[in-house]
């Protein structure tokens, strides 16, 4: 049960504190027990990715690259391992931990494709003016526990890639599959380049005090990210903060029902609706609202609700039990105010945190469940009359992380979407991330950006070198 360490220096060593519980969400039961690290491990850990940082840090682009790659090809031959180690200790069904580890894969290649070049600013015969990027030192990733292997490949690889050593520090409910995340990409970087450390509470904040630490990359809820943002103050840490959001989607009037309905289902349940980007607020034309509403409250009850690992499951249990706690909260509260459930709607009589796919309807804004990021398996359907007034409820929000316009004209539709407060706005599509297009959040959802050039840079610190030419060459 107990086979997983921290990593610091290139070795693996035990937490000196005591180790905790890791709990499979299917059955409410331990599995494994993770190491707890204290400060002063912390502090090695620090003090290991400093050292390392002053040969990994100059060494060449292409040696990065060259070893990204090799840490790709081992993840993608541990996947089935990897997949199922997601499932124990996040939940979800096995076929969707598999496409989280090979999209990490995707996303590691993706970082070791990247080029930094230099920018020449400007070439006279008196001067010559050019732009370098250059590594911050240490780099700290801090991980939420929804999608905790993806999230922790879209922080460390890139950070490797510019030429940063990293430490990890996973969520606590999902700190295993990042272990041996770390344990793969340790095989192929030199000692120091690559630690993770482990524990329950106050383990965050110590990092994002510590002055040895030159930026941090955190993902996670929208108050920790500002709890971060004011410990990192002391030595003005870089921060890149992906946080909560709350994204509205609207439905145009006339577009057809059938046509949208499964990926409307899949943007707002999509890793039982816990995913930063998922739809979570679905604004229906009311012409329409109620032919949406039994749609998708058919295709959430043809849903196989299980244990992530049995066979046929597509319906995975909610990751902790705060979590399905909020989410029952919500809906009680809605249904209080006179939502109406058309489907789920309360807990499953069964070990594990399980709550099925629920719709509700009769809901507006107002109401906690529309206001509020449910971050689980519930989406609230609400009826509006006039295009301007949904974006104008869209847009009432402090997050502002994705949100979408769906319709049978594009171009209307991209109109609309080109209107609302948010990182990113999707056009008859919601929650599509790829490795090469910046993803990030406006409003109390974060700044900074991941994936694409823009987030490569966000691990670079600029150096203008400005030469003035001799004499004699001008
Ligand atoms: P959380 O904020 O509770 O925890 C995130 C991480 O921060 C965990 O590793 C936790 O241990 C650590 N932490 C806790 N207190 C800390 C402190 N004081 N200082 C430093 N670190 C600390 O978030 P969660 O519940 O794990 O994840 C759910 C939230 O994450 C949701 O709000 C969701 O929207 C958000 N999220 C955002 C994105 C995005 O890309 N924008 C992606 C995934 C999840």
Redesign the pocket.
């Known amino acids: 049960m107990n086979d997983y360490q921290m990593l610091i220096d290139g070795a693996r060593v035990a937490g000196e504190g005591d180790p905790f519980e890791v709990i499979n969400p299917a059955t409410g039961q331990a599995f494994a027990l993770c190491p707890a690290g204290t400060v002063a491990q912390l502090e090695q850990a620090v003090a290991a990715a400093q050292r390392a940082f002053t040969s990994w840090g100059r060494s060449s682009c292409a040696e990065r690259c060259e070893r990204l790659q090799l840490i790709a090809a081992d993840i993608e031959r541990e996947a089935d391992e990897l997949a199922r180690l997601i499932v124990l200790e996040q939940g979800k069904p096995l076929a969707l931990a598999f496409s989280e580890v090979m999209g990490g894969v995707a996303w590691t290649r993706y970082a070791a494709s990247q080029e930094l070049p230099v920018e020449l600013v400007e070439e006279t015969p008196t001067q010559r003016v050019e732009l370098h990027r250059k590594p911050l030192g240490v780099v700290a990733s ?6 905790p292997f993806m ?1 922790a490949i879209w922080h460390i690889m890139p950070a490797l890639r510019a030429g940063n050593c990293v430490i990890s ?5 999902t700190p295993l599959s990042t272990i041996r995340l770390v344990e793969i990409i340790a095989r192929h970087v030199p000692a120091g380049v690559i630690n993770i450390v482990t524990g329950e ?5 110590a ?2 005090s510590h002055p040895g630490i030159h930026k941090i990359v ?8 500002q ?2 943002m004011q ?1 990192a103050a002391g030595n003005l840490k870089r921060l890149t903060l ?4 709350n994204d509205a989607a609207i439905v145009l009037p006339g577009t057809p029902v059938e046509a949208v309905v499964e990926d409307i289902f899949q943007a707002a349940f999509l890793n039982m609706g ?4 998922a739809l979570k607020r679905l604004y229906v034309h009311e012409s329409q609202y109620q032919a949406f509403a039994e749609a998708l409250a058919v295709i959430a009850q043809r849903q196989v609700v299980g244990d992530g690992l049995e066979e046929g499951v597509t319906f995975g249990p909610v990751q902790n039990p705060e ?1 399905l706690e909020l989410v029952a909260e919500l809906v009680d509260d809605a249904c209080a105010k006179g939502g109406q459930v058309l489907c789920g709607g309360a807990p499953l009589p069964r070990t594990g945190f399980f709550y099925p796919p629920t719709i509700v309807t009769g809901v507006s804004d107002g109401h906690r469940l529309v206001d509020e ?1 449910q ?1 689980g398996p519930v989406l609230p359907l609400i009826a509006y009359r006039d295009v301007e007034d949904a974006l104008r409820r869209a847009n009432a929000s402090t997050m502002g ?1 994705g949100g979408s316009v769906w319709g049978p004209d594009a171009a209307a539709a991209q109109a609309v979407a080109a209107r609302l407060e948010s990182g990113v706005a999707w056009v008859n599509c919601h929650a599509q991330i790829q490795p090469n297009t910046p ?3 406006c409003k109390m ?2 700044f900074g950006v ?1 994936f694409g050039q823009e987030g490569l840079l966000e691990f670079t610190t600029q150096q203008l070198l400005f030469v003035r030419k001799p004499a004699a060459q001008q």
Do not use: D, M
Not at 142 to 147: A, D, L, Q, S, V
Not at 169 to 173: E, G, N, V
Not at 201 to 205: I, K, L, P, T, V
């Open positions: 801090i991980t939420p526990w929804n999608w999230i520090k996973p969520s606590s409910l509470r106050g383990f965050g904040s990092i994002a955190f993902t996670g809820s929208t108050e920790t990210g709890r971060v410990a992906e946080l909560g959001g816990q995913t930063c980007a979590q990021e971050f992380l993803f990030g959040g959802s974060g991941e």
